[in-house]
Structure formats: structure tokens, C-alpha cells
């Protein structure tokens, strides 16, 4: 079957480093992909990552290992603005359908 | 560029009545998906269609069904609605041009079923 796993929770304080880890179960596999949606709005799209490596986008990197099915994102400088939940998610082949973790919640605290 | 706009934003029907929610698709974009959330299931998804052709469909029961336009806005029908369909389903389009790799979500439709 296809299956990702993350956290479902984390806290960490204003300023610090946080990495959220995610790892996959899927027979076909085109790349892993993250979104962020806070709370009452709609998931919008933070980074795509198709070969092996890191990814980076001012304050978020997204890491990915093919070999390990396993991929993380990382909050740098993390500012309050940044509570919400993160979803990973893996695209297939032949669709733009998006298969999504259950989410980790990540609360930013002063 | 307008972004992805979903109709209605709330709805609340009874029980065994059906329910229609609209997507109007960023222009350009063939690809609309669907994907109902559910604190217990998370995002799941329903199907999704380019260029009229549904081309994947979720593991959702006959009662939900869609559709696409020419003009790629896209529809979704529940009928025979369950207390369990209550759920917030979100519309995404995407464009070949970034290989689908990115999702363009609306804000959702919050269905209610009493």
C-alpha cells in the first residue's frame, strides 16, 4: 500500500531550528512534496523535492533520500507566523494526484 | 491571477439530501483535484480530472462523483449524503508546466451534514 508517516505534533520556541520527518511507503514514486495550512485556510505548496538532496527556500529546506524513503523539512528562525500544520505528500506517476501524511502540527512558542 | 475559487465557502444539508460544489480552476490550469479533510483521516483523495477525463479516482464510495468542464471548472456531487460526509473538501489545480508538482488549493467547501 502507500503510507506516509510524520509527527503529529511539535513545539519548538521562537528563533530555533525545527525538522519535521517523514517517511514513505509507495511502489511508485515521482517526488515528495510539502504544504503548510494554517488553521481554517487552505494548504499552500512550500517546496518539491523529485532527486536526492536538500532543497532550500529562505527559511525552509526540504530533504530528501530515495534509498531510505525519507524525507524532512526544516524551519529555520522559526517565527510565530509559522504555527500551522505541514503535510509531505508523494506524487505518482501519470496523475497530479497527491497522497498527503496526516500532518504535523507545529506550535511556535515565545 | 486569481487564485483557485470554490463555491459555495459553507454549506450545511440533512441527511440523505445530495449537495453540488464548484471549483473554478486557475486560468490555464487543466488539473483539478479533489480532497476531502477529516480531522480523523486527514486529506484523502477523491479524483482527478484534465481536460474533461477523470484520471485517477480515490477509494470513496459510487456516491461521489464529479466532473469538468471545457472550460476546466469542475463540479462534485454527493449524493444520498451521510452524516460521516461531513468534511471540508478542498479543490486543487495544477499546470503541466511545473509537471503537476505543484498544488494550487482553494478554500475549501465546509460541508455540514445534520
Known amino acids: 500500500g502507500q503510507s506516509l508517516e510524520q509527527p503529529s505534533e511539535v513545539t519548538a520556541v521562537e528563533g530555533a531550528i525545527v525538522q519535521i520527518n517523514c517517511t514513505y511507503q509507495?511502489?511508485?514514486?515521482?517526488?515528495l512534496s510539502w504544504y503548510q495550512q494554517h488553521d481554517g485556510g487552505a494548504p499552500t505548496f512550500l517546496s518539491y523535492?523529485?532527486?536526492?538532496g536538500l532543497e532550500e527556500t529562505g527559511r525552509f529546506s526540504s530533504f530528501l533520500s530515495r534509498s531510505d524513503s525519507y524525507g524532512y523539512l526544516l524551519l529555520q528562525e522559526l517565527q510565530m507566523k509559522d504555527s500551522a500544520s505541514y503535510f509531505c505528500a508523494f506524487s505518482g506517476a501519470g496523475s497530479y494526484q497527491l497522497t498527503f501524511g496526516k500532518g504535523t502540527k507545529l506550535s511556535v512558542i515565545p | 491571477k486569481a487564485g483557485v475559487t470554490q463555491t459555495p465557502r459553507y454549506l450545511i444539508k440533512t441527511r440523505g439530501q445530495q449537495v453540488t460544489l464548484s471549483c473554478s480552476p486557475i486560468s490555464g490550469h487543466r488539473s483539478v483535484s479533489w480532497y476531502q479533510q477529516t480531522p480523523g483521516q486527514g486529506l484523502q483523495f477523491l479524483f482527478e480530472?484534465?481536460?474533461?477525463?477523470?484520471?485517477n479516482k480515490g477509494n470513496f464510495p459510487g456516491r461521489f462523483s464529479g466532473r469538468q468542464f471545457s472550460n476546466s471548472r469542475s463540479e462534485m456531487n454527493v449524493s444520498t449524503l451521510e452524516l460521516g460526509d461531513s468534511a471540508l473538501y478542498l479543490c486543487a489545480s495544477s499546470t503541466p508546466d511545473r509537471g503537476g508538482t505543484e498544488a494550487f488549493f482553494g478554500q475549501g467547501t465546509r460541508l455540514t451534514v445534520v
Open positions: 509507495t511502489s511508485g514514486f515521482y517526488g
Open positions: 523535492n523529485a532527486l536526492d
Open positions: 480530472y484534465f481536460s474533461e477525463t477523470q484520471r
